[in-house]
């Protein structure tokens, strides 16, 4: 039997500090799967910075306790190579059981309101179910409830589109990027052809599908997604705030011009209401933005700890150091015509070797319009030239067009 918990042993769930405008739709939007727990999860996994013991039994406690998720925590325990800890084997499976003869519970006051209530019950019902897979079950049970709830033949688009923004959540949760950008292009669409895409949804799919970009490494597609949502954000069932606002800073520091870092990023106000939680990265943009690239480079470093430890940008660690890289040595050799390995080693506070090997691997990659006199320890700027670069590309697509004409031609003719 059960024992019955006592209020000392009753977990405590934290509520989390909402920022951002209101939505009607976000506030009806299931709380699980919490976001928040799994970019927690993903720390666990890469051992990020702050990550020890009590932070892990943490962890496998809320997952014990406030989900009763037997499938995640097992998941976790494989993932981590651990065993034994807050629940045994044999708990597990009796939760197992406790949550098989819930959703008999539940799957019956589904046929109950089919004979004797309306669609609207029934359609409640399969939402209780789905959201009950999301806090407590496997993702196969999850998406498998959230499918039949999407397969009721009265259900709205908009409530369409809030469930399939909901099963994508559920397929990230548990790392299906594929899945759940295959959700998001299905709301999309819905939002756009099927009518249910009021202003709140299609704002809130903004930020669904920007986030998914950045999984993709569609950095400058996520970018412009983000900074269009900054004032509007009302997503705080996929990530926080504070998190929302470091994704549309870090992306866009890629993209944007000088003159809108500045405006969007250093003096807007969304941002500056949020810059004392993300110092590391403020103090990046503001570095760049101060040509003081020295106090850059020691920036990077702080920031490489932040990239780690987010699920969104941890992926492709090596892209974004190799960019920020690239960004600040294109904005320093845009003011020159030719500068010393010495003086650009003495800007960035490094040694001229470490400029060498870097800007080397950069130019041979067609990254920096420039070229390396190491005899003379120069570095020699060769600026594109549009006119020419754009009759260039106007020649080769001319000459594949004619290609293509001539090879249709032939077709025709047999």
């Not at 998406?143 to 999407?150: D, I, N, S, V, W």
């Not at 292009?185 to 052809?193: F, I, R, V, Y």
């Not at 400058?220 to 994704?247: R, V």
């Not at 503001?286 to 470093?301: I, T």
């Amino acid at each position: 039997m059960e024992e019955e918990k006592t209020p000392s042993e009753t977990p405590v769930v934290e509520v989390k500090k909402k920022i951002g405008q209101p939505s009607a739709s976000e506030e009806t939007a299931s709380p699980y799967p919490d976001m928040d727990l799994c970019q927690n999860i993903h720390k666990m996994t890469v051992k990020a910075a702050g990550v020890d013991a009590a932070f892990n039994t943490k962890i496998f406690t809320q997952l014990a306790k406030e989900l009763e998720n037997p499938s995640l925590y097992r998941q976790l325990q494989t993932s981590l190579g651990v065993s034994g800890g807050i629940l045994s084997d044999a708990d597990l499976s009796v939760m197992d059981g406790k949550h098989a003869k819930h959703m008999e519970a539940l799957e019956a006051k589904v046929d109950e309101a089919k004979e004797s209530a309306g669609d609207m019950e029934v359609m409640d019902a399969r939402v209780e179910i789905a959201r009950f897979a999301a806090k407590s079950l496997s993702k196969e049970k999850t998406l498998e409830a959230y499918k039949k709830l999407l397969d009721l033949p009265k259900i709205s688009s908009g409530k369409k589109i809030d469930a399939l923004m909901e099963s994508s959540r559920v397929a990230s949760f548990y790392g299906d990027d594929k899945k759940s950008s295959e959700f998001i292009d299905s709301a999309q669409k819905l939002a756009t052809e099927g009518g249910g895409g009021d202003w709140d949804r299609r704002n809130r799919l903004k930020v669904y599908r920007g986030l998914s970009r950045l999984l993709e490494r569609d950095i400058k597609g996520a970018s412009t997604l983000l900074i269009d949502c900054i004032a509007t954000f009302s997503c705080n069932e996929i990530c926080s705030y504070k998190s929302f606002i470091m994704y549309a800073s870090l992306s866009n520091l890629l993209h944007l011009p000088r003159p809108q870092i500045k405006e969007k990023l250093l003096e807007g106000p969304e941002v500056l209401s949020i810059a004392s939680d993300i110092p590391e990265v403020m103090a990046l943009i503001k570095s760049l933005y101060d040509c003081d690239y020295k106090a850059y480079l020691n920036a990077m470093v702080n920031v490489e700890a932040v990239l780690i430890a987010d699920r969104y940008l941890q992926p492709h660690l090596a892209y974004w150091m190799r960019e920020l890289h690239i960004l600040a040595y294109k904005q320093f050799l845009d003011s020159y015509q030719s500068v010393t390995l010495q003086a650009m080693a003495d800007a960035f506070g490094v040694s001229t070797d470490f400029i060498d090997y870097h800007a080397s691997r950069f130019i041979a990659s067609g990254r920096l319009s420039a070229k390396i006199d190491k005899y003379g320890g120069v570095v020699v700027t060769n600026r594109p030239d549009l006119k020419n670069a754009q009759y260039r590309e106007m020649i080769q697509k001319g000459d594949l067009l004619l290609n293509r004409i001539q090879k249709l031609a032939r077709v025709v003719d047999l």
